[in-house]
């Protein structure tokens, strides 16, 4: 049957598509008014988008509804997000608290050296699974944190003082050189008594 109404329908509306009000993704034509990410309607571009089956996303709704769960995967450093996704129909489980296994058969060498290493922020051993080195130190994943600010940190980005770990830009704030010019930002004097 022919298509008497003109171009293509829309995606998201179904309304004929012209030309000059075009935007194409995945075969698919819609309005530019109606390229919108279906969870926070954002505008979309090829850059931004993200199909699943006949629906259109930004990448971050697309990554909280699709994508992996659990530790490691966010937005990337030094973010801070309570979202648990609700918003997109996802039940959130609360993960039991860590409780390291223990292990009646140690090896002969953990019984000679007393078992395993200590990490220096909570002072619970740290087993090789879940092992992080940095200042000289062996510490948990979830302990290997900035001590001012909680920010994650990687073996390139952090600053040791004193046995404890800092992000850079902690460090360089409560340790850095102090006075005009230094630690505050473009044109910023600090006055202090």
Excluded at 60 to 76: D, E, I, L
Excluded at 98 to 118: C, D, L, M, V, Y
Aim: proline share 4%; aromatic share 10%; charged share 25%.
């Amino acid at each position: 049957m022919p298509n008497w109404g003109g171009g293509k329908k829309c995606g998201v509306c179904q309304k004929t598509v012209y030309f000059a009000e075009e935007v194409q993704c995945e075969g698919n034509s819609f309005h530019k008014s109606c390229f919108l990410c279906m969870v926070c309607k954002k505008n979309l571009d090829s850059t931004t988008v993200a199909v699943h089956g006949e629906e259109i996303y930004c990448k971050s709704c697309y990554g909280k509804k699709y994508g992996p769960k659990g530790y490691g995967y966010g937005q990337g450093a030094g973010t801070l997000s309570t979202d648990k996704g609700e918003s997109l129909g996802i039940k959130h489980e609360e993960a039991p608290g860590h409780r390291p296994t223990i292990n009646p058969n140690a090896s002969k060498f953990a019984q000679k050296i007393g078992g395993s290493e200590r990490c220096p922020r909570c002072s619970q051993a740290v087993y090789a699974a879940e092992k992080v080195i940095g200042a000289g130190k062996s510490w948990h994943k979830s302990c290997f944190r900035c001590a001012k600010c909680g920010k994650g940190l990687e073996s390139t980005t952090l600053a040791d003082k004193d046995g404890e770990i800092y992000c850079k830009g902690c460090y360089a704030k409560n340790f850095g050189p102090k006075g005009f010019g230094f630690g505050q930002g473009a044109g910023a004097l600090v006055h202090s008594e």
